[in-house]
Protein backbone atom coordinates (compact mmCIF):
# COMPACT_ATOMS: atom_id res chain seq x y z
CA UNK A 1 0.00 0.00 0.00
CA UNK A 2 1.56 3.39 -1.00
CA UNK A 3 2.46 5.73 1.74
CA UNK A 4 0.40 8.68 1.53
CA UNK A 5 3.01 11.04 3.52
CA UNK A 6 5.31 9.86 1.06
CA UNK A 7 3.46 10.69 -1.59
CA UNK A 8 2.41 14.27 -0.68
CA UNK A 9 6.52 14.87 0.52
CA UNK A 10 7.57 13.34 -3.84
CA UNK A 11 4.93 15.82 -4.52
CA UNK A 12 5.57 18.77 -2.56
CA UNK A 13 9.33 18.39 -3.38
CA UNK A 14 8.69 18.05 -7.06
CA UNK A 15 6.63 21.17 -7.05
CA UNK A 16 8.93 22.92 -4.84
CA UNK A 17 12.01 22.49 -7.25
CA UNK A 18 9.91 23.31 -10.50
CA UNK A 19 9.20 26.58 -8.74
CA UNK A 20 12.65 27.22 -7.35
CA UNK A 21 14.60 26.31 -10.64
CA UNK A 22 11.50 28.18 -12.32
CA UNK A 23 11.97 31.28 -10.05
CA UNK A 24 16.02 31.12 -10.95
CA UNK A 25 15.85 31.22 -14.31
CA UNK A 26 13.39 34.07 -14.43
CA UNK A 27 15.86 35.81 -12.49
CA UNK A 28 18.99 34.90 -14.00
CA UNK A 29 16.88 36.23 -17.63
CA UNK A 30 16.17 39.74 -15.34
CA UNK A 31 19.25 40.61 -14.52
CA UNK A 32 21.37 39.94 -17.98
CA UNK A 33 18.96 41.70 -19.65
CA UNK A 34 18.78 44.54 -17.45
CA UNK A 35 22.57 44.32 -17.51
CA UNK A 36 22.66 44.11 -21.45
CA UNK A 37 19.85 47.13 -21.49
CA UNK A 38 22.02 49.27 -19.00
CA UNK A 39 25.55 48.95 -21.38
CA UNK A 40 22.98 49.38 -24.56
CA UNK A 41 21.78 52.90 -22.90
CA UNK A 42 25.64 53.80 -22.00
CA UNK A 43 26.11 52.72 -25.88
CA UNK A 44 23.64 54.97 -27.18
CA UNK A 45 25.04 57.74 -24.98
CA UNK A 46 28.50 57.38 -26.50
CA UNK A 47 27.39 57.39 -30.17
CA UNK A 48 25.33 60.27 -29.54
CA UNK A 49 28.54 62.35 -28.66
CA UNK A 50 30.17 60.31 -31.75
CA UNK A 51 27.96 62.10 -34.02
CA UNK A 52 28.17 65.64 -32.02
CA UNK A 53 32.23 64.97 -32.34
CA UNK A 54 31.70 64.30 -36.09
CA UNK A 55 33.22 67.24 -38.24
CA UNK A 56 34.07 67.71 -41.98
CA UNK A 57 36.84 70.30 -43.07
CA UNK A 58 36.49 72.60 -46.35
CA UNK A 59 38.06 69.49 -48.22
CA UNK A 60 34.76 67.36 -47.40
CA UNK A 61 36.64 64.74 -45.27
CA UNK A 62 35.56 63.54 -41.74
CA UNK A 63 37.23 63.90 -38.45
CA UNK A 64 36.46 63.70 -34.80
CA UNK A 65 37.15 66.33 -31.49
CA UNK A 66 39.34 64.14 -29.50
CA UNK A 67 37.92 66.30 -26.89
CA UNK A 68 34.30 65.23 -27.10
CA UNK A 69 35.20 61.68 -26.59
CA UNK A 70 35.94 59.32 -23.46
CA UNK A 71 39.81 58.75 -22.94
CA UNK A 72 38.79 54.69 -23.14
CA UNK A 73 38.95 54.70 -26.87
CA UNK A 74 42.25 55.85 -27.03
CA UNK A 75 44.01 53.23 -24.56
CA UNK A 76 44.61 49.92 -26.62
CA UNK A 77 42.60 47.32 -26.08
CA UNK A 78 40.44 48.86 -23.66
CA UNK A 79 37.34 47.48 -24.46
CA UNK A 80 35.48 50.33 -25.75
CA UNK A 81 35.65 50.56 -29.74
CA UNK A 82 34.33 52.40 -32.68
CA UNK A 83 34.39 52.47 -36.36
CA UNK A 84 32.43 54.84 -38.83
CA UNK A 85 32.19 54.45 -42.05
CA UNK A 86 32.42 58.05 -43.94
CA UNK A 87 32.46 59.20 -47.89
CA UNK A 88 35.88 59.92 -47.40
CA UNK A 89 37.12 57.04 -45.55
CA UNK A 90 37.09 55.18 -42.38
CA UNK A 91 37.58 56.72 -38.84
CA UNK A 92 38.44 54.32 -35.83
CA UNK A 93 38.90 54.21 -32.31
CA UNK A 94 42.87 54.15 -31.02
CA UNK A 95 41.78 51.09 -29.07
CA UNK A 96 41.38 48.96 -31.95
CA UNK A 97 44.93 49.27 -32.98
CA UNK A 98 45.94 46.31 -34.89
CA UNK A 99 41.99 44.86 -35.15
CA UNK A 100 40.22 44.79 -38.29
CA UNK A 101 36.55 43.59 -36.77
CA UNK A 102 34.03 42.65 -39.05
CA UNK A 103 31.14 44.66 -38.08
CA UNK A 104 29.18 44.37 -41.42
CA UNK A 105 27.77 41.85 -40.04
CA UNK A 106 25.76 44.14 -37.03
CA UNK A 107 22.60 45.88 -38.69
CA UNK A 108 19.27 47.24 -37.35
CA UNK A 109 18.70 49.06 -33.96
CA UNK A 110 18.86 46.35 -31.72
CA UNK A 111 22.53 45.68 -29.64
CA UNK A 112 24.00 42.41 -30.70
CA UNK A 113 27.01 40.08 -29.32
CA UNK A 114 29.56 39.98 -31.51
CA UNK A 115 32.86 37.55 -30.96
CA UNK A 116 36.01 39.84 -30.20
CA UNK A 117 39.45 38.66 -29.85
CA UNK A 118 40.45 36.77 -27.00
CA UNK A 119 38.22 36.18 -24.10
CA UNK A 120 36.60 39.56 -25.16
CA UNK A 121 32.66 39.23 -26.28
CA UNK A 122 31.78 42.36 -27.95
CA UNK A 123 28.02 44.42 -27.58
CA UNK A 124 27.80 46.32 -30.56
CA UNK A 125 25.20 49.04 -31.56
CA UNK A 126 25.00 50.00 -35.09
CA UNK A 127 23.23 53.50 -36.14
CA UNK A 128 23.08 54.85 -39.93
CA UNK A 129 22.63 58.89 -40.12
CA UNK A 130 22.96 61.78 -42.46
CA UNK A 131 24.89 64.46 -41.60
CA UNK A 132 25.09 67.75 -43.54
CA UNK A 133 23.76 65.77 -46.11
CA UNK A 134 26.03 62.83 -46.40
CA UNK A 135 25.13 58.95 -45.04
CA UNK A 136 27.28 57.78 -42.33
CA UNK A 137 27.90 54.15 -40.66
CA UNK A 138 28.78 53.83 -37.02
CA UNK A 139 29.50 50.78 -34.79
CA UNK A 140 30.49 51.06 -31.03
CA UNK A 141 31.10 48.47 -29.31
CA UNK A 142 32.03 47.63 -25.28
CA UNK A 143 33.43 44.31 -24.20
CA UNK A 144 31.16 42.60 -21.58
CA UNK A 145 32.71 39.55 -20.88
CA UNK A 146 33.74 40.65 -17.24
CA UNK A 147 30.27 40.83 -16.92
CA UNK A 148 29.54 37.90 -18.61
CA UNK A 149 31.59 36.30 -16.07
CA UNK A 150 29.90 38.11 -13.24
CA UNK A 151 26.54 36.93 -14.41
CA UNK A 152 27.97 33.11 -14.31
CA UNK A 153 29.76 32.99 -10.43
CA UNK A 154 26.35 34.93 -9.81
CA UNK A 155 24.08 32.39 -11.12
CA UNK A 156 26.13 29.59 -9.81
CA UNK A 157 26.16 30.92 -6.58
CA UNK A 158 21.97 31.65 -6.78
CA UNK A 159 21.97 27.80 -7.60
CA UNK A 160 23.92 27.07 -4.77
CA UNK A 161 21.57 29.27 -2.60
CA UNK A 162 18.24 27.72 -4.08
CA UNK A 163 19.63 23.80 -3.09
CA UNK A 164 20.62 24.87 0.51
CA UNK A 165 17.35 26.64 0.53
CA UNK A 166 15.35 23.32 -1.04
CA UNK A 167 17.29 21.26 1.81
CA UNK A 168 15.99 23.64 4.52
CA UNK A 169 12.19 23.46 2.53
CA UNK A 170 12.74 19.63 2.73
CA UNK A 171 13.54 19.20 6.08
CA UNK A 172 10.84 22.46 7.35
CA UNK A 173 8.63 20.08 4.92
CA UNK A 174 9.18 16.83 6.40
CA UNK A 175 8.68 18.67 9.73
CA UNK A 176 5.56 19.90 9.14
CA UNK A 177 4.12 16.54 7.38
CA UNK A 178 5.41 14.64 10.46
CA UNK A 179 3.40 17.43 12.62
CA UNK A 180 0.23 17.24 10.31
CA UNK A 181 0.47 13.43 10.42
CA UNK A 182 0.70 13.28 13.92
CA UNK A 183 -2.97 13.83 14.50
CA UNK A 184 -3.40 10.52 12.69
CA UNK A 185 -1.39 8.60 14.92
CA UNK A 186 -3.63 10.39 17.76
CA UNK A 187 -6.60 9.24 16.29
CA UNK A 188 -5.65 5.59 15.73
CA UNK A 189 -4.78 5.53 19.38
CA UNK A 190 -7.74 7.38 20.58
CA UNK A 191 -10.20 4.87 18.08
CA UNK A 192 -8.30 1.59 19.70
CA UNK A 193 -9.55 2.63 23.01
CA UNK A 194 -12.65 3.80 21.81
CA UNK A 195 -12.79 -0.14 22.30
CA UNK A 196 -13.01 0.60 25.52
CA UNK A 197 -13.96 4.05 26.75
CA UNK A 198 -15.55 7.39 24.63
CA UNK A 199 -13.21 8.76 22.08
CA UNK A 200 -10.81 11.09 23.57
CA UNK A 201 -9.47 13.71 21.21
CA UNK A 202 -10.11 17.12 21.26
CA UNK A 203 -12.40 18.63 18.36
CA UNK A 204 -9.72 21.61 17.77
CA UNK A 205 -7.25 19.25 17.25
CA UNK A 206 -8.85 17.30 13.84
CA UNK A 207 -8.36 18.98 10.41
CA UNK A 208 -11.77 19.58 9.15
CA UNK A 209 -10.54 17.26 5.85
CA UNK A 210 -11.06 14.41 8.35
CA UNK A 211 -13.70 15.20 10.84
CA UNK A 212 -16.41 13.62 8.60
CA UNK A 213 -14.16 10.23 8.44
CA UNK A 214 -14.20 10.51 12.85
CA UNK A 215 -17.40 10.89 13.05
CA UNK A 216 -18.75 8.33 11.09
CA UNK A 217 -15.83 5.95 12.78
CA UNK A 218 -17.36 6.97 16.06
CA UNK A 219 -20.85 6.52 15.25
CA UNK A 220 -19.93 3.26 13.81
CA UNK A 221 -18.58 2.01 16.60
CA UNK A 222 -21.19 3.45 18.68
CA UNK A 223 -23.59 1.42 16.81
CA UNK A 224 -21.39 -2.08 16.90
CA UNK A 225 -21.25 -1.79 20.64
CA UNK A 226 -24.66 -1.27 21.23
CA UNK A 227 -25.49 -4.33 18.81
CA UNK A 228 -23.16 -6.15 20.05
CA UNK A 229 -24.73 -6.06 23.54
CA UNK A 230 -28.13 -5.89 22.17
CA UNK A 231 -27.01 -9.36 20.97
CA UNK A 232 -25.85 -10.88 24.09
CA UNK A 233 -28.72 -9.41 26.27
CA UNK A 234 -30.68 -11.51 23.48
CA UNK A 235 -29.13 -14.33 24.20
CA UNK A 236 -29.59 -14.39 27.71
CA UNK A 237 -33.16 -13.67 27.51
CA UNK A 238 -33.74 -16.32 25.33
CA UNK A 239 -31.46 -18.95 27.27
CA UNK A 240 -33.77 -17.54 30.29
CA UNK A 241 -36.80 -18.42 28.10
CA UNK A 242 -36.22 -21.95 26.95
CA UNK A 243 -35.36 -22.97 30.30
CA UNK A 244 -39.05 -23.47 31.81
CA UNK A 245 -39.83 -25.28 28.23
CA UNK A 246 -36.84 -27.68 28.05
CA UNK A 247 -37.41 -28.32 32.23
CA UNK A 248 -41.43 -29.34 31.51
CA UNK A 249 -39.95 -31.22 27.95
CA UNK A 250 -37.09 -33.22 29.89
CA UNK A 251 -40.30 -33.98 32.80
CA UNK A 252 -42.55 -35.73 29.73
CA UNK A 253 -39.53 -37.95 29.33
CA UNK A 254 -38.39 -38.39 32.58
CA UNK A 255 -38.99 -42.43 32.46
CA UNK A 256 -36.70 -42.82 29.25
CA UNK A 257 -33.61 -44.26 30.11
CA UNK A 258 -30.56 -41.60 29.59
CA UNK A 259 -28.82 -43.53 26.67
CA UNK A 260 -32.16 -42.85 24.53
CA UNK A 261 -31.68 -40.32 21.86
CA UNK A 262 -34.54 -37.97 23.25
CA UNK A 263 -32.80 -37.95 26.85
CA UNK A 264 -29.38 -36.74 25.07
CA UNK A 265 -30.93 -33.97 22.97
CA UNK A 266 -32.38 -32.48 25.93
CA UNK A 267 -29.76 -32.76 27.98
CA UNK A 268 -27.43 -30.75 25.69
CA UNK A 269 -29.58 -27.95 25.20
CA UNK A 270 -29.73 -27.75 29.12
CA UNK A 271 -26.00 -27.43 28.64
CA UNK A 272 -26.34 -25.01 25.96
CA UNK A 273 -28.65 -22.61 27.51
CA UNK A 274 -26.96 -23.02 31.61
CA UNK A 275 -24.12 -21.89 29.85
CA UNK A 276 -26.07 -18.89 28.21
CA UNK A 277 -27.35 -17.93 31.64
CA UNK A 278 -23.56 -17.94 33.11
CA UNK A 279 -22.54 -16.23 30.50
CA UNK A 280 -24.76 -13.23 30.95
CA UNK A 281 -24.58 -13.64 34.86
CA UNK A 282 -20.46 -13.00 34.93
CA UNK A 283 -19.89 -10.46 31.95
CA UNK A 284 -22.99 -8.05 33.16
CA UNK A 285 -25.19 -5.21 31.54
CA UNK A 286 -22.35 -2.98 30.76
CA UNK A 287 -19.37 -5.38 29.97
CA UNK A 288 -19.40 -4.80 25.99
CA UNK A 289 -16.56 -1.82 25.47
CA UNK A 290 -14.71 -1.40 28.85
CA UNK A 291 -11.34 -2.07 29.69
CA UNK A 292 -10.29 -5.49 32.13
CA UNK A 293 -9.60 -4.55 35.93
CA UNK A 294 -8.64 -7.79 37.30
CA UNK A 295 -8.96 -5.62 40.76
CA UNK A 296 -12.35 -4.78 40.38
CA UNK A 297 -13.72 -7.18 37.89
CA UNK A 298 -12.67 -10.82 38.84
CA UNK A 299 -14.21 -10.38 42.77
CA UNK A 300 -17.97 -10.72 41.33
CA UNK A 301 -17.05 -13.70 38.89
CA UNK A 302 -15.81 -15.94 41.72
CA UNK A 303 -18.54 -14.90 43.92
CA UNK A 304 -20.60 -16.11 40.88
CA UNK A 305 -18.17 -19.39 40.02
CA UNK A 306 -18.88 -19.99 44.33
CA UNK A 307 -22.81 -20.05 44.04
CA UNK A 308 -22.57 -22.20 40.65
CA UNK A 309 -19.81 -24.53 42.49
CA UNK A 310 -21.03 -24.25 46.17
CA UNK A 311 -18.30 -27.38 47.33
CA UNK A 312 -15.10 -25.98 45.97
CA UNK A 313 -13.30 -23.46 47.14
CA UNK A 314 -11.80 -20.59 44.84
CA UNK A 315 -8.76 -18.63 45.76
CA UNK A 316 -7.83 -15.95 43.67
CA UNK A 317 -3.87 -14.54 43.52
CA UNK A 318 -3.28 -11.14 41.92
CA UNK A 319 -0.25 -9.18 41.40
CA UNK A 320 0.15 -5.57 41.99
CA UNK A 321 1.29 -4.06 38.97
CA UNK A 322 -1.97 -5.50 37.06
CA UNK A 323 -4.21 -2.24 36.75
CA UNK A 324 -6.31 -1.31 34.44
CA UNK A 325 -5.52 -3.02 30.73
CA UNK A 326 -6.26 -2.38 27.39
CA UNK A 327 -8.15 -5.57 26.80
CA UNK A 328 -11.83 -6.22 26.60
CA UNK A 329 -13.40 -6.38 29.94
CA UNK A 330 -15.90 -9.14 27.88
CA UNK A 331 -13.33 -11.15 26.44
CA UNK A 332 -11.91 -11.63 29.63
CA UNK A 333 -14.48 -12.23 31.61
CA UNK A 334 -15.89 -14.67 29.40
CA UNK A 335 -12.38 -16.44 29.00
CA UNK A 336 -11.63 -16.82 32.72
CA UNK A 337 -15.33 -17.77 33.56
CA UNK A 338 -14.72 -20.81 31.44
CA UNK A 339 -11.75 -21.68 32.64
CA UNK A 340 -12.63 -21.19 36.13
CA UNK A 341 -15.87 -22.83 35.50
CA UNK A 342 -14.17 -25.91 33.72
CA UNK A 343 -11.70 -26.42 36.59
CA UNK A 344 -14.56 -26.03 39.21
CA UNK A 345 -16.35 -28.71 37.65
CA UNK A 346 -13.67 -30.91 37.73
CA UNK A 347 -11.90 -30.09 41.01
CA UNK A 348 -11.90 -32.22 44.32
CA UNK A 349 -11.96 -29.20 46.38
CA UNK A 350 -9.93 -26.40 45.59
CA UNK A 351 -9.34 -24.00 42.33
CA UNK A 352 -6.30 -21.30 42.31
CA UNK A 353 -6.48 -18.27 39.66
CA UNK A 354 -3.46 -16.37 39.38
CA UNK A 355 -2.64 -13.04 37.00
CA UNK A 356 0.48 -11.79 36.76
CA UNK A 357 2.43 -9.78 34.04
CA UNK A 358 5.04 -11.70 32.12
CA UNK A 359 7.09 -9.52 30.36
CA UNK A 360 4.98 -7.59 27.46
CA UNK A 361 1.91 -9.90 28.09
CA UNK A 362 -0.76 -11.18 30.78
CA UNK A 363 -0.41 -14.55 32.23
CA UNK A 364 -3.78 -16.20 33.47
CA UNK A 365 -3.21 -19.47 35.63
CA UNK A 366 -5.96 -21.70 36.43
CA UNK A 367 -4.99 -24.44 38.86
CA UNK A 368 -7.61 -27.76 39.98
CA UNK A 369 -6.99 -30.19 42.68
CA UNK A 370 -9.21 -33.01 39.83
CA UNK A 371 -7.97 -35.74 38.11
CA UNK A 372 -5.90 -34.40 35.89
CA UNK A 373 -5.89 -34.54 31.93
CA UNK A 374 -3.74 -37.49 30.41
CA UNK A 375 -1.34 -35.72 27.58
CA UNK A 376 -2.82 -37.54 24.74
CA UNK A 377 -6.36 -35.78 25.53
CA UNK A 378 -5.27 -32.16 25.52
CA UNK A 379 -5.95 -31.53 21.92
CA UNK A 380 -8.96 -33.59 21.65
CA UNK A 381 -10.84 -30.72 24.01
CA UNK A 382 -9.82 -28.00 22.38
CA UNK A 383 -11.97 -29.10 18.83
CA UNK A 384 -15.39 -27.49 18.59
CA UNK A 385 -18.33 -29.83 20.71
CA UNK A 386 -16.13 -32.91 21.79
CA UNK A 387 -16.38 -33.72 25.36
CA UNK A 388 -14.12 -36.16 27.09
CA UNK A 389 -16.44 -36.79 30.29
CA UNK A 390 -20.23 -37.30 29.22
CA UNK A 391 -21.44 -37.73 32.85
CA UNK A 392 -20.69 -33.50 34.01
CA UNK A 393 -21.94 -30.67 31.61
CA UNK A 394 -20.29 -28.13 30.00
CA UNK A 395 -16.62 -28.63 28.43
CA UNK A 396 -17.94 -29.30 25.05
CA UNK A 397 -17.28 -25.61 24.15
CA UNK A 398 -15.78 -23.88 27.07
CA UNK A 399 -12.30 -24.28 25.97
CA UNK A 400 -13.10 -24.07 22.64
CA UNK A 401 -14.50 -20.72 22.78
CA UNK A 402 -11.90 -19.86 25.11
CA UNK A 403 -9.15 -21.19 22.48
CA UNK A 404 -11.03 -19.09 19.73
CA UNK A 405 -10.57 -15.70 22.23
CA UNK A 406 -7.19 -16.00 22.77
CA UNK A 407 -6.39 -16.58 19.33
CA UNK A 408 -8.49 -13.30 18.35
CA UNK A 409 -5.73 -11.61 20.35
CA UNK A 410 -2.95 -13.56 18.92
CA UNK A 411 -1.89 -15.11 22.24
CA UNK A 412 -1.10 -18.90 23.70
CA UNK A 413 -2.93 -21.14 25.48
CA UNK A 414 -1.36 -24.65 27.75
CA UNK A 415 -2.62 -27.50 29.44
CA UNK A 416 -0.20 -28.72 31.79
CA UNK A 417 0.27 -31.66 34.77
CA UNK A 418 0.39 -30.21 38.69
CA UNK A 419 2.71 -32.14 40.40
CA UNK A 420 0.09 -33.00 43.16
CA UNK A 421 -2.62 -33.79 40.75
CA UNK A 422 -4.78 -31.72 38.92
CA UNK A 423 -4.68 -29.88 35.79
CA UNK A 424 -2.86 -26.33 35.13
CA UNK A 425 -3.96 -23.73 32.40
CA UNK A 426 -1.90 -21.06 31.14
CA UNK A 427 -2.65 -18.23 29.16
CA UNK A 428 -0.94 -15.75 27.54
CA UNK A 429 -1.96 -12.67 26.58
CA UNK A 430 -0.18 -9.85 24.43
CA UNK A 431 -0.19 -6.44 26.08
CA UNK A 432 -0.30 -2.79 24.71
CA UNK A 433 0.07 0.29 26.51
CA UNK A 434 -2.68 1.76 24.12
Not at 38 to 63: F, I, K, N, P
Amino acid sequence: MASLRKRLGRQLLFSMLLILAGLLLAMNLAIRDLVGDYVASRLEHDLDTLVSALQRDGSGHWSLDERMLSSVYRRVRSGHYYRIDTPSGVLRSRSLFDLEPDFSAVTGAAPRELDGPGRELWLVLHRRIVKQGQPLTLWIAEDIHALHDRLRWWSVLMLLLVVMGAVLLVSWQSRLLSRGFAIFDRLRQALTARRYEPLDIDAPQIPDEITPLVTEIDRLLEQLRQRTQRTRNALGDLAHELKRPLQMLMLAHEDQEESAPERRALAQLQTLIDRELKRARISGADAVGRRFDPQQDLQPLLEVMRSIHPGVAFSIDLADDLGQMYLDRDDLLELIGNLVDNAGKFADGAVRLCLRRDGGQLLIEVEDDGPGLPEDQRQRVLRKGVRLDETREGQGLGLRICADIIASYQGELRLEDVATGGLLVRVWLPLSDS
